[in-house]
């Protein structure tokens, strides 16, 4: 029998072969605050060192709360370093009873299927009834670390309501929040850390804190809006006239990431366990026929979409295998998410607000065939049960009555085991390891989290530091190509170099644009460009050209060196503007070793332009490297290896230290038998692509990023040679 376990990651590797890298951005809305970079916590724990654990609470002890030491009753040790690995453990007998009277001997823990050594072992007990007649409650302030004092206690219950109004109809949103705020008002503790969270929340925004009764006051003010497209705020105003294809895929992504940015934040905050509530209906990149519109505030068109009232129009093998591929998309997307989520000790309770579902479609809604609805019905449950098993929640899904499922939550919280191993194999792969905890009790019935994700190499040696070290002369390069042209030019200039074909010459591309308002009259218009080298002069003339429209970039060959460039800057009659003189080292492509071209930065400024621009390699590169989070970036360069090979790529998204925030996807548009294949290096052959063998892209997903400068690090490696370059940029809001 497959499990669902099993079908979901069949169905993510599917999804990971044939999924779009749909990431329309989630930016700002004119009430968001501006937030700094966000750092994504590093995996790897702090060097290995054991410390004699100290009474670090901010108040006395909690009458109600015990957090046992060993049995010996030695003082409690806690362990860390890069390869240490923390488990929560829940034990409970035939009945559903917690059992907590079991000793460290009790446990074993397999890491993919080899049996490791327990070395940290502690019992987590809470009793509410004790905690409230206590009548203990200690405010939280807002710093950073006054959040990460008062979560750091393990014998604190952290919780964070997400409030996926995206995913929620308006109906069921208000039967979901009277049911939330009756469980608040009776089941929380004054000791319970809880914030509440939407997918347009901006991270800075989600504070931990003890007044509950704002947490009730903030889930009263719900509201669903799914499938209601009428625009709440400027963001939401810039893409609302989008297909509604288009619009769900941009929701579904801005509830993703954000959701995955509270994970990140949740693991900066402490190491033990924290729970997520998410109130969704689930996620699906699919919408039936009857239901898509070309613009999504407007009602369905029946004399452009026909499928309004034909019922059946999505019972066909066209749309089956259309919906069974969305469906795959959608759960590679989630596989971000419980990724982050494991790495990060975080379990995500999903409550489905349908309650007792029978049909994914109500009567307010285009009629839709029992086969489409059943369909549409069951991915959307599925996500919701995958997103809880993965991450060691618990699904409250086809339940009238929340209410057990919650208390379910508020139990697995209130009783654990907290073990802890040294890593036998210490793996530094990156890769997901599984884990299995088993008690010597065959009677006895344990839940744990399915495994972790490895840390890197890279994480390994920032972790082993012992000194902070400054950011890299190479970040400070880099950013250095972000500053404008200084006051008074009149135009802003980008120049790349990439091999040309075959006459160990280097190809170089120039690209020009007006900048904004400098304090002058007259605009630029047009741009003399001299080249100029040892070897002569390689270029002269007008761009653009006369007759070529607005095109204004160049590309020529040149013989590796040193090159100067004089620019004349005309007016729209001819006249002579301004001047200016650029030098660079033009590099050789023809050495023996592994070299990267000078990447270049493509903007789409909505999801229909990012559609023609990803396979379209003719499009010139973007001057200016400030991007906003209502546009789509693509990252292209090639690569080169010794004897015409191709090398193995990698990219990652790091912060002004250096420090890598998030791996990138690397694409081959050019690789053989397909348009968007993984790089994976080899060799390179003609296949006919208008990208070619070497080319690479890298697309960047900017929702979840807050404004600020960051850096894409691109790494190739062919046998023992590796080259690496840094290409900044800056998002606002």
């Known amino acids: 029998m497959v499990t669902l376990r099993q079908m979901t990651r069949r169905w993510i590797a599917v999804g990971a072969a044939f999924g779009l890298a749909l990431a329309l951005t989630s930016g700002g809305a004119a009430w968001q605050q501006r937030q700094e970079p966000a750092t994504e916590p590093s995996a790897a724990e702090p060097a290995a060192a054991e410390t004699q654990a100290t009474d670090q609470r901010p108040d006395a002890e909690v009458p109600g709360i015990a957090v046992e030491p060993a049995a010996d009753g030695q003082p409690l040790i806690f362990r860390s370093g890069v390869n240490y690995i923390r488990v929560d453990a829940y034990v409970t007998d035939e009945d559903g009873t917690p059992v907590f009277d079991l000793t460290q001997d009790d446990f074993e823990v397999y890491e993919d299927g080899v049996k490791q050594d327990v070395d940290s072992f502690q019992v987590i007990r809470i009793d509410p009834l004790e905690v409230q007649a206590s009548g203990v409650q200690t405010g939280v302030g807002v710093t950073r670390s006054d959040q990460e004092l008062a979560a750091s206690q393990p014998d604190v219950r952290v919780f964070v309501i997400f409030l996926d109004d995206y995913h929620v109809r308006e109906g069921n949103g208000i039967r979901a929040r009277r049911m939330l705020v009756d469980f608040l008002e009776n089941e929380l503790i004054p000791t319970d850390l809880v914030a509440v969270m939407y ?282 190509q972000l500053a404008e042209p200084r006051r008074g030019r009149l135009v802003r200039t980008w120049l790349g170099t990439s091999r040309s074909d075959g006459n160990g010459k280097t190809q170089v591309t120039f690209v020009w644009e007006p900048t904004d308002g400098r304090g002058r009259r007259d605009e630029a218009s047009t741009v003399l460009l001299t080249a100029m080298g040892d070897g002569g002069a390689y270029f002269r003339g007008r761009i653009p050209e006369e007759g070529a429209g607005e095109r204004n970039w160049a590309t020529f060959e040149v013989e590796p060196g040193e090159l100067q460039l004089g620019l004349a800057i005309e007016g729209s009659g001819g006249e002579v503007l301004d001047r200016d003189r650029i030098e660079m080292d033009v590099p050789d492509y023809t050495n023996p070793e592994v070299v990267l071209s000078t990447p270049l930065f493509v903007r789409a400024r909505n999801e229909l332009e990012y559609r023609s621009l990803v396979d379209d390699w003719t499009v010139p590169p973007a001057v200016s490297r400030s991007f906003r989070r209502t546009e789509r970036m693509l990252v292209r360069f090639q690569a080169y290896a010794p004897g015409g090979a191709v090398p193995e790529v990698e990219a990652r998204l790091v912060n002004r230290a250096g420090e890598t925030i998030v791996p990138l996807d690397v694409l081959q548009p050019g690789a053989a038998g397909a348009d968007s294949q993984p790089a994976s290096g080899g060799r390179g052959d003609a296949t006919g692509s208008q990208a070619g063998p070497n080319a690479f892209q890298v697309p960047v997903a900017l929702p979840f990023l807050p404004p600020g400068e960051y850096l894409i690090e691109l790494t190739a490696t062919f046998g023992d040679g590796e080259t690496t370059h840094l290409a900044a940029f800056r998002l606002e809001a």
Do not use: C
């Open 199 to 480: 997918p347009l929340t901006p991270l800075d925004s989600v504070v931990l804190t003890r007044d509950h009764e704002a947490i009730i006051r903030a889930v009263s003010q719900f509201e669903g809006v799914k499938y209601e497209y009428e625009a709440r705020n400027t963001y939401e105003a810039r893409y609302v006239f989008y297909p509604t294809e288009v619009v769900e895929r941009v929701r579904n992504d801005v509830s993703l990431s954000a959701l995955r940015g509270l994970m990140i934040r949740l693991g900066g905050l402490r190491e033990g366990r924290k729970s997520v509530l998410l109130v969704s209906e689930g996620y699906s990149n699919y919408v039936p026929p009857q239901l898509r519109s070309q613009n999504a505030e407007m009602p369905v068109d029946p004399g452009i979409n026909p499928a309004r009232f034909d019922p059946f129009a999505g019972d066909n093998s066209f749309e089956e295998s259309f919906a069974f591929f969305r469906s795959a998309e959608i759960l590679s997307d989630l596989r971000y998410i419980f990724r982050t989520a494991n790495r990060f000790n975080t379990s995500i309770y999903t409550v489905d607000p349908r309650g007792l579902a029978v049909f994914e479609f109500d009567v307010s809604e285009p009629t839709v065939s029992f086969n489409t609805d059943r369909r549409q019905l069951r991915v959307t449950q599925d996500t919701l049960r995958i997103l809880a098993e993965e991450t060691g929640g618990r699904a409250i899904v086809n339940q009238n009555d929340l209410r057990p499922g919650l208390e379910r939550m508020l139990t697995d919280a209130n009783g654990y085991y907290l073990l802890g191993y040294n890593s036998g194999a210490a793996p530094t792969d990156g890769e997901f390891h599984e884990i299995e905890v088993r008690v010597s009790n065959p009677s006895l019935r344990v839940r744990a989290r399915p495994g972790y994700w490895a840390i890197t190499e890279r994480d390994v040696q920032r972790a082993e530091r012992t000194v902070v070290n400054e950011p890299p002369r190479a970040v400070d390069v880099a950013l250095d």
